[in-house]
């Protein structure tokens, strides 16, 4: 570690061990999602979810269980979420210069809609939802609500995009002889969103509108040329199936200062952008940049909430603690570096206030990808380049239907899952129970309540599968039902899934199917699960005659 890297641990530790975060992620939720146990996440969630519009936490809930549903493959119960996520970030959404707000009032109630990057993540995600579920008219709205313009304030002495912390330092200078520099000192300027400008075009280019379609493409390889040969595939490229990836753990807001009276974005996830590496049979491999990094719109001004800048710039001795900071992160000057460090604690030093709010949405990224093939190459593995813990390889991809595209949202494992490496599940490649996504498997089998392979929602004609396989020709559809029904077991087949708790493989009352090609598909159908234990009397007693039959024919 060289003398200026130490410096600055020094300084993250002196910002860090004197805060205090007024708000706790669930850290069983962090871990269901780090392991891709998407289902038991969401259950969590939505069992302690404010009913209140008037709670802090209300929009905060809806969006991470909308976004663990995606995951988990089922988008039918993200939808009812996300749905609400999209009226409340756009209820009063725009200020008079079509800036957002972080906080609205309603009825005398402040509504916390998040940091202006977190919004532009809201309605990313209704736009995947949308787009998964092939509404393309919504998806291009929510796509294009997603691209709001920015407060911009300007850049920081050296050229880099100002950080909160430099902002309210050169608030408190600029406000000295009076005046309100972060009312008055910005320009509306238009969205650095790559990932927003990208999905309206897929959007646009799906409704037939090859203008606006080129216009967003453009858009986004103009703000960022490293992904000028993305767009350019996404315009015209031969894809008939999107990727939608998400990887990395996003910045953790946390209180700072003596007291935690100033919040601040760190990064959980440190190190440079880095890309997806994508593996196909029939394409071999590639390598594709990250569309957004979460960590660098964190820091960037812009994307930030100015109540916290204000509360920053406002409270007693924040002169020498912004300044410190300032100073202390961006000069390279040892000298420099020990004086700003100096400012920073002298500044903490003085009580002031309430504890900073730290609310966040810990459940976000830290990189999206986004990722065009051919269903008709085969499985698709994806990982981030140097991360083996992210390997997942995507199973069940078919081709699209009459509108031409399919759509699917990943969510990569936490790359420090375990030893460092993903998965069995995650990379076996196979499927090993017939479902309502891919159909039978090679050979005939049974239900999985019986003994067999099977767990596709029940139908008059796997009758006559099932019984190739060893169903007594006596046992008729109405019974077999009631077999599901004396389990306690509930199918959900379609639009149905969105009632969908634990699933009959993993110890669950629940027979449904998530969308092929995600995650939750290949962590259910691409691993061993152990033989179902009968909790009836007469599936107990059919799955018998079945074994003695078997064992008779043999």
């Known amino acids: 570690m060289n003398h200026r890297t130490g410096q600055l641990a020094a300084l993250a530790a002196a910002l860090v061990a004197c805060g205090c975060a007024s708000y706790r992620p669930d850290s069983t939720v962090m871990s269901d999602v780090s392991r891709g146990r998407y289902g038991d996440a969401r259950g969590r969630i939505v069992a302690t979810m404010p009913s209140s519009r008037s709670d802090p936490g209300y929009l905060l809930a809806r969006m991470k269980a909308g976004i663990v549903a995606l995951a988990d493959g089922l988008p039918e119960a993200a939808e009812p979420h996300l749905a609400e996520v999209?009226?409340?970030?756009r209820t009063q959404g725009l200020n008079a210069d079509k800036t957002v707000p972080s906080v609205i009032v309603q009825e005398g109630v402040r509504i916390w809609k998040g940091e202006p990057f977190e919004q532009a993540m809201g309605y990313a995600y209704v736009a995947a939802h949308d787009m998964v579920t092939a509404d393309w008219g919504n998806a291009r709205a929510a796509a294009q609500d997603s691209i709001f313009l920015l407060r911009d304030f300007g850049r920081a002495?050296?050229?880099?995009p100002m950080t909160s912390i430099e902002l309210a330092g050169r608030a408190a200078e600029r406000d000295r002889d009076g005046g309100d520099y972060l009312s008055t000192g910005y320009t509306a300027v238009e969205s650095d969103f790559a990932l927003g400008y990208l999905l309206a075009g897929v959007a646009n280019r799906m409704l037939g509108r090859p203008e606006e379609s080129a216009e967003h493409f453009a858009k986004a390889a103009t703000i960022a040329p490293r992904l000028a040969s993305l767009a350019s595939t996404l315009e015209h490229g031969d894809y008939d199936t999107l990727l939608i990836v998400e990887a990395g753990l996003g910045p953790e807001k946390i209180a700072t200062g003596n007291d935690g009276v100033v919040a601040a974005f760190v990064p959980r996830d440190r190190g440079p952008a880095i890309g997806l590496v994508v593996q196909q049979a029939g394409r071999g491999y590639t390598e594709l940049p990250a569309v957004c990094d979460l960590n660098e719109m964190a820091r960037d001004h812009r994307w930030n909430n100015l109540e916290d800048v204000r509360?920053?710039?406002?409270?007693?001795g924040s002169g020498l603690m912004v300044a410190g900071a300032a100073v202390a992160i961006g000069s390279n000057d040892t000298e420099a570096q020990l004086a700003g460090l100096g400012m920073l604690l002298a500044g903490m030093a003085v009580r002031a206030g309430s504890k900073a709010d730290t609310r966040h949405n810990e459940l976000l990224p830290?990189?999206?990808?986004?990722?065009?093939?051919?269903a008709d190459d085969g499985p698709v593995t994806v990982q981030v380049a140097g991360r083996p813990g992210t390997r997942l390889t995507l199973t069940g991809l078919s081709e699209p239907g009459p509108d031409g595209l399919t759509v699917r949202f990943v969510r990569t494992l936490d790359y420090r899952f375990g030893t460092g490496f993903a998965p069995a599940w995650a990379t076996s490649g196979r499927i090993l129970y017939a479902n309502d996504e891919t159909g039978p498997l090679a050979?005939?089998?049974?239900?999985?309540?019986l003994g067999g392979r099977c767990v596709r929602t029940p139908t008059p004609d796997l009758l006559v599968e099932y019984q190739r396989a060893g169903l007594p020709g006596d046992v008729s559809f109405g019974q077999l039902l009631e077999l599901y029904r004396l389990e306690g077991l509930e199918t959900l087949p379609g639009a149905e899934r969105r009632r969908a708790r634990g699933h009959v493989l993993e110890g669950g009352r629940t027979v449904f199917t998530p969308q092929a090609g995600t995650a939750a598909f290949a962590r259910l159908f691409?691993?061993?699960?152990?033989?179902?234990?009968?909790?009836?009397?007469?599936?107990?007693e059919l799955a018998e005659r079945i074994r003695a039959e078997r064992k008779t024919v043999e």
Not at 157 to 160: N, Q, V, W
Not at 443 to 449: A, F, K, S, V
Not at 526 to 540: D, I, K, L, M, W
Request: positive net charge; aromatic residues 12%; proline residues 9%.
């Open 366 to 374: 830290r990189f999206v990808y986004l990722v065009p093939l051919r």
């Open 443 to 449: 050979e005939p089998t049974l239900p999985y309540i």
């Open 86 to 89: 999209y009226d409340l970030l």
């Open 157 to 160: 002495r050296d050229g880099r």
């Open 526 to 540: 691409g691993q061993e699960h152990s033989a179902y234990t009968p909790r009836s009397r007469e599936v107990r």
């Open 311 to 316: 509360r920053a710039k406002s409270l007693l």
